[in-house]
């Protein structure tokens, strides 16, 4: 007799991993499964058995109110340490504080009067009872803006540029630096160099010192005489280009004896070149 074979029809293969388990209670009520516990047991290796260990812990409740108990411990404790610094840095006040002190302005000097004993004394200025102390007391009674050591800070400068354009023929930067003699001197020199075709060739290597020897008032003109000693190449050359005076590779020692002059009742705080002299070696 002939067997009869029935086709076998193949599950689909997550359809194990689908099956869904119900659970009678004890009414006899079936309780079908949430949406959650369908991915839960979609998910499980074992859908037979789902157990959510989150919500067996009895003190899951407890550790998040422990949590926010510790939190506010932690900022109060925070907060009066805050409080302990501030008290200790600021104070407290008790009642028996000083009170601030009034600032009073200082009584005003009668007759603004300007004591110039009291003016701080150069390094370089001659003792007072000297000549030259008494010439330099002399010129600041009719200049009280006078400085010695920014004069000769300003005498230096003027030594420079008077002797480059002396040297250059430049009688425009000579002008306002010189006295109207000693001016008309220099510029008659540099015009006998030019109808000579001859040049001077000058090089201030440096100044090597510049002291006060002469300070005194000539009617209402400051007088002051400076002595310069620098170190100076210089040659004269003729209209062939020979040196015929001085040597362009030696450097030698110039002496200089410069008068300064100003007029202490002009507005001009400028002092001019008044008068040169240069002594025997």
Do not use: C
Request: without cysteine; charged residues 25%.
């Amino acid at each position: 007799m002939a067997r009869t074979v029935k086709p076998t029809v193949a599950s689909p293969p997550m359809a194990s991993a689908t099956r869904i388990h119900t659970r009678t209670s004890a009414t006899g009520k079936v309780s079908r499964p949430t949406r959650n516990a369908h991915a839960m047991l979609a998910l499980s290796p074992n859908p037979s058995y789902v157990f959510d260990w989150k919500r067996s812990l009895p003190w899951t409740g407890l550790m998040n109110d422990g949590y926010h108990f510790l939190d506010i411990v932690f900022f109060a404790m925070v907060a009066a340490f805050l409080v302990l610094r501030l008290r200790s840095v600021l104070g407290k006040r008790t009642g028996a504080e000083r009170p601030p002190e009034q600032w009073t302005p200082p009584e005003a000097a009668a007759d603004n009067v300007v004591d110039l004993q009291s003016v701080r004394r150069s390094a370089s200025e001659p003792p007072a009872e000297t000549p030259m102390g008494q010439g330099l007391a002399a010129i600041r009674a009719a200049d009280r803006g006078f400085d010695l050591d920014g004069f000769l800070g300003g005498a230096k400068a003027a030594f420079e540029m008077i002797v480059i354009a002396f040297a250059h023929g430049d009688k425009a930067t000579l002008q306002p630096l010189l006295a109207p003699d000693v001016y008309r001197h220099f510029s008659d020199a540099i015009d006998a160099r030019r109808q000579h075709g001859e040049t001077l060739q000058t090089e201030l290597v440096g100044i090597r010192t510049a002291e006060l020897v002469e300070a005194g008032m000539d009617g209402r003109f400051a007088a002051l005489t400076i002595r310069f000693v620098s170190e100076q190449v210089n040659a004269l050359r003729d209209a062939k280009g020979e040196v015929v005076e001085g040597n362009p590779e030696r450097v030698i020692d110039v002496i200089d004896l410069w008068t300064f002059r100003r007029d202490t009742r002009s507005a001009d705080p400028n002092w001019a070149l008044a008068a040169t002299h240069t002594p025997e070696p």
